[in-house]
């Protein structure tokens, strides 16, 4: 029986490298991936996927506007639906894939950012705590050493910020995974 899926994590917690892994070992078998990521996540640029470590594949761009299951009509041969940056997909889109999996039998793997860099959750991730069949967090560390489970942002003077759109792409250039003890000393010394 197929399952929803979300593994979140902090920033530089590996999630696209083990999305892009998981595309791999499913290939490897001879089986079909649908690889997706929002069109909002402009990082790596145009339909391309891309961890930290240099892993990359092309993936289908979901605009926020659009069907996924009326896009997934041209993918139905697949075997496995990934979907990299869910965080940034809406809640109706996260219950077409719920869809999908109760529907059609196909799992659905979705990778992505719990919470902003206000420690608010994100639409799309909110909807996959609440209807995922099976939840993981993929784990990073702070400076300090302790579990990372803040997405700080980061101005262009390296400081801490704390307003802003709550979508603000960008890599190590603009994020930092911390602790909520350093996040929260790092805000209160403004």
Known sequence: MAKLYFKYGAMGSSKSAQALITKYNYEERGMKVWLIKPKTDTRDGQNILKSRIG???VAEEIALTDSIKEK?????DCNVIIADEAQFLAPEQIDELRDIVDELNIPVMCFGLRTDFV???????????????????IKTICDCGAKATVNARMDDNGNIVTVGDQVCIGGNDRYIAMCHKCWKKAISNK
Do not use: C, V, W
């Not at 997934?72 to 139905?76: G, K």
């Not at 994100?122 to 996959?128: A, D, H, K, T, V």
């Open 119 to 137: 420690t608010k959750l994100f639409p799309g991730s909110m909807r996959l705590f609440e209807i995922a069949d099976s939840i993981t967090e």
């Open 72 to 76: 997934f009509a041209n993918n139905s």
């Open 55 to 57: 892993l990359y594949a």
